[in-house]
């Protein structure tokens, strides 16, 4: 089964901006490519939500609390999907998960801290 593992959370400043990566590994480049791929975010005491999904097609979703500050891309070349982060906010703090949505697997999570 495919393994995912995000990275660049951290700490950002209100109103900075950041990149987090979530790469694939055991997996081949031709089988990510059909990949239907996403990020999600777990605030303290919140619900798992879906922050943005990009389909094998390109086609991305991204959730109304982030339009216009977020955006997803997919490079199946290095097997490793985006999520540009701008403009972030305090609420914007969370855990970070990317997801194979087909299969269903989970990365382990990246934080991001805000501060105000």
């Known amino acids: 089964q495919v393994q995912l593992e995000e990275s660049g959370g951290g700490l950002v400043q209100a109103g900075g901006s950041l990149r987090l990566s979530c790469k694939a590994s055991?997996?081949?480049?031709?089988?990510?490519?059909?990949?239907?791929m996403a990020w999600y975010r777990q605030a303290p005491g919140k619900e798992r939500e879906l922050v943005a999904s990009?389909?094998?097609?390109?086609?991305?979703n991204i959730a109304d609390a982030v339009e216009g500050r977020f955006t997803i891309s997919k490079d199946n070349s290095r097997k490793t999907v985006y999520l540009r982060m701008n403009s972030v906010q305090p609420e914007d703090a969370a855990v970070y998960y990317c997801?194979?949505?087909?299969?269903?697997?989970w990365g382990q999570g990246t934080q991001v801290i805000v501060s105000s």
């Open positions: 055991r997996t081949i480049t031709s089988v990510f490519w059909g990949f239907d």
């Open positions: 990009i389909n094998n097609n390109g086609q991305t």
């Open positions: 997801r194979e949505e087909r299969s269903g697997s």
